[in-house]
DNA sequence: GAGTTTGAAACT
DNA sequence: CAGTTTCAAACTC
């Protein structure tokens, strides 16, 4: 395949760019040897990237088709004809689509064999074979429309393209040295599973083939049928992702009309792997850079018919966008986890995340996956079609899960687990898979790690989780049109936007789904065949009333005991908290899934009162921690704010002018508070070294029991605290004092003495050791 | 554990 | 918005 100089890659149109699949590929060498040849080594300098990088620890292979020795990485890139999807120019948007590997022609092989034969030096542009070849002034090429027929790729020779009037259309630009291609497939959707280039020509395909890597250690992304909507992709940052890395961005021209950013991930700049997630501007792909951390295969299959997307559309003028398609995993492939960047470190960044859906019946259970997203300005739209996924989506600050509802029954076309994925299935995962496209909105906050969830694909036999008998995951999708939460303020157990379009949100606690996760991951990582994903990562998450979330949600719950108020009102500390009863001591609650309908309207009351109801009243102030404050402030009057009835106190800061305590004690300068404050100090160091002591107690009476088990067993099964009898222990005494008069008769000194004494205790109990596995009897004899 | 105190939440 | 009531946690005994 002939390839485009970079500087016509850099300036595709937007009609070529209007491309619902991109295959990136790795040159085999057998199969393109120019390509190796002209490609750099991975370990070659870093090309200098004007774009963000981004650090990609890993990308994440989930071609399911592709055997785990190609080198191959698929990205299906989504961009509809019409391409509006991009909110800002600015923003960064990667369209991806996921593909499915399964029913896709677009295969690995088809892929490398249409595309990766044909290399060129860069800026050199050979079109072969006729087609619909364009190089505008913009520097567009679209070289051809080639079917991928069998066997092609490996006649090509190098240099050349081989297309086929087949009505495949290939792009094919070069950007950089690589001279790695980047296969864009247009939508199609006559593909069948199982079926290969040969089926190809049945179901023309159009693919706009674009070599933009000049990056050597780039690996081809294959992507596999393009999905119906565009999506958007959001550059991530201050977070290690998986990502798909499409290519490097060799120069950035900046008077030339950039249209074509692919930036695959930025990151922030002190993280050591980086990764430049593509920028792409609707439907335009620029480039990818990724000069710092090799490429990971990235294999992304299984694309469905329908859109299988979640979107999280930018309210805001987002900088960056990021997508991410995920499909699912099909058994056997090696790549297992796609971890979704969902830390961004600028506001406004949009995620959008494309969840892609087996069609295949055999591949009933459909990968999770978790959205966590952070921004107090969080606004989120989730359209949600039907399916038969929940997905969850956690909200960094609103102390809420969000978690899509789905009915089990959607979704044939999507190929949705069906009957095989039931919903204590669906409650063994954590994450829930979105086939649907959902849009949302979201600030991120930066710098936030955030623990994710790695799709994991679950067997064929439903899985059910064992650890979470008390809490159900899947919620029923209860139509509740009336309420519509301001997301912002979204309540615990909001059910969003159900009816109509059966897209059932409700709103779980945040140590909730937390819990479901883990529990998830070790019901799967124990049942499943596939190794233990590596993907989790933990998640600094944003404060909750002074504490991250992720120490609220270490932190034990304190069971509330609620009797009037049925859990349904910010009296109860789990209902305010977004969390449900668990383990309480109520009655008459109402705080739990089974009272889904009183719970959200109790939510909505709750914030038709106080939009800020569910927000942490501890904000953080503007110099960090110290300067935390109550938003509301206390209205103490008899306690001094010096008892846990002050809010403020009990959260470990000061009062501030918004209080409207009297009497108050709770000051810097108080002498009652540092009076109490080293008093909870000494009683928390107590109490520590209580702990501690303890612990190692504990630790020590265990480890003897550990290591007196054998004898223990070959003894007879007595405990070991069993030979020291009373008659042994006066038998050591009288051994030990039989050594002191020795010692003494000697005339010894006292150091002397005491050594004879000490060591005798220790022949005493190295000789009680000794016969406690040999006789029920240990007798001491001195 | 029962009773009291306290202040936020809810209500008027 | 202010006053009152309700409520559950914190506290005391």
């Known amino acids: 395949m002939d390839v485009v100089s970079p500087e016509l890659n850099i300036l595709l149109p937007d009609e070529i760019m209007d491309t619902e699949a991109i295959v990136m590929d790795d040159d085999p ?47 299906t890139t989504s ?10 120019t600015s923003a960064t948007q990667l369209l991806l689509t996921p593909s499915i590997a399964s029913s896709s022609p677009l295969t690995l092989r088809t892929a490398t064999a249409s595309t990766l034969t044909s290399t060129t030096s860069p800026g050199g542009v050979s079109l072969t074979s006729g087609g619909l070849q364009k190089l505008s002034a913009s520097h567009q090429i679209i070289l051809n429309k080639v079917a991928s027929s069998p066997g092609a790729d490996t006649t090509r020779s190098p240099g050349t393209t081989t297309i086929t009037p087949g009505g495949q259309k290939f792009m094919v630009t070069a950007i950089g040295k690589s001279g790695q291609s980047i296969v864009l497939q247009l939508p199609h959707t006559g593909s069948k599973p199982g079926s290969g280039q040969g089926e190809a020509k049945a179901h023309p395909q159009h693919f706009k083939v674009l070599t933009i890597g000049g990056r050597t250690d780039l690996k081809p992304v294959m992507v596999g049928q393009a999905v119906s909507s565009a999506s958007q992709v959001s550059t991530l940052q201050a977070q290690q992702l998986k990502t798909v890395q499409i290519a490097k961005k060799t120069q950035v021209s900046s008077a030339g009309p950039i249209k074509f950013i692919i930036t695959k991930a930025v990151n922030n ?88 859906t087996a069609t295949s019946p055999a591949k009933p259970m459909k990968p999770v996956q978790t959205v966590t997203v952070g921004g107090p300005q969080f606004k989120t739209i989730f359209p949600l079609s039907t399916s038969s996924n929940v997905q969850q989506i956690q909200v960094p600050g609103s102390r809420f899960h969000y978690v899509r509802l789905v009915t089990a029954t959607t979704g044939s076309s999507t190929g949705q687990a069906g ?34 969830v790695v799709p994991k694909p679950l067997t064929s036999s439903g899985q059910l989780l064992t650890t979470q008998t008390q809490q159900r995951l899947i919620m029923p999708a209860t139509p509740l049109p009336q309420i519509q939460p301001n997301l912002t303020n979204l309540p615990p157990g909001t059910v969003l ?32 065949g596939f190794p233990t994903p590596t993907g989790i990562q933990t998640q600094a998450r944003l404060p909750l009333n002074g504490l991250s979330t992720s120490d609220a949600a270490s932190r034990p719950r304190k069971p509330c005991n609620c009797n009037k108020s049925q859990c349904l009102k910010l009296y109860c500390d789990c209902f305010a908290n977004g969390e449900f009863c668990q383990n309480c001591n109520c009655t008459n609650c109402f705080n739990n899934l089974e009272h889904e309908t009183e719970r959200a309207k ?70 009652e508070r540092k009076t109490l404050m080293h008093l909870a100090d000494a009683a928390e160091v107590r109490v520590q070294q209580q702990t501690a002591a303890k612990t190692k107690l504990s630790s020590q009476i265990s480890d003897l029991f550990t290591r007196t088990t054998p004898a223990i067993t070959s003894g007879g099964g007595r405990m070991p605290f069993t030979f020291v009898t009373k008659e042994v222990a006066e038998a050591t005494c009288e051994c030990l004092l039989e050594q002191a008069e020795q010692a003494e008769l000697i005339q010894q000194p006292q150091a002397t003495a005491e050594r004879m004494i000490l060591e005798e205790f220790g022949r005493c109990l190295m000789r009680i050791i000794s016969s406690a596995g040999k006789t029920d009897c240990p007798s001491i004899n001195c």
């Open 497 to 528: 936007a159900p009816g109509s379009g059966n897209m059932g949100y409700a709103v779980l606690p945040a140590h909730y789904v937390t819990q479901l996760q883990q529990s998830a991951y070790v019901t799967l990582a124990s049942s499943s």
């Open 419 to 452: 009957s095989h994925c039931t919903n204590s299935s669906m409650t063994a995962k954590p994450m829930v898979v979105n086939t649907a496209q959902v849009r949302m909105s979201v600030p991120i906050i930066p710098a936030q790690t955030m623990k994710q």
């Open 602 to 671: 109790a939510i909505k009351a709750c914030l038709d009162r106080n939009p800020e109801a569910f927000k942490p009243k501890i904000g953080k102030g503007k110099e960090g921690e110290s300067d935390r404050r109550h938003s509301k402030g206390c209205n103490c009057k008899r306690s001094g704010c010096l008892k846990n009835y002050c809010e403020c106190y009990e959260a470990k800061i000061m009062c501030s002018s918004t209080c409207k305590c009297v009497g108050c004690k709770n000051f810097e300068e108080s002498p």
């Open 79 to 88: 961009i509809t004809t019409d391409s509006t999807l991009c909110s800002t």
């Open 269 to 356: 700049k002190g993280l050591t792997a980086q990764t430049s997630v593509s920028n792409v501007i609707t439907g335009r792909v620029l480039s990818t850079s990724s000069p710092v951390t090799s490429p990971r295969t990235i294999t992304l299959s299984e694309t469905l018919s329908s859109s299988n997307k979640i979107a999280i559309s930018p309210l805001k003028s987002p900088s960056k966008l990021t997508v991410v398609s995920v499909a699912s995993q099909v058994p056997n492939s090696p790549q297992k986890s796609v971890s979704l960047p969902l830390n961004m470190a600028h506001l406004g960044q949009q995620i959008l995340v494309q969840q892609s």
């Open 29 to 75: 060498p057998a199969e393109s040897p120019t390509a190796s040849g002209q490609s750099q080594p991975s370990d070659d300098a870093p090309i200098p990237m004007e774009t963000d990088v981004l650090a990609v620890p890993e990308i994440v292979s989930l071609c399911s088709d592709a055997p785990p020795t190609q080198r191959t990485q698929a990205l």
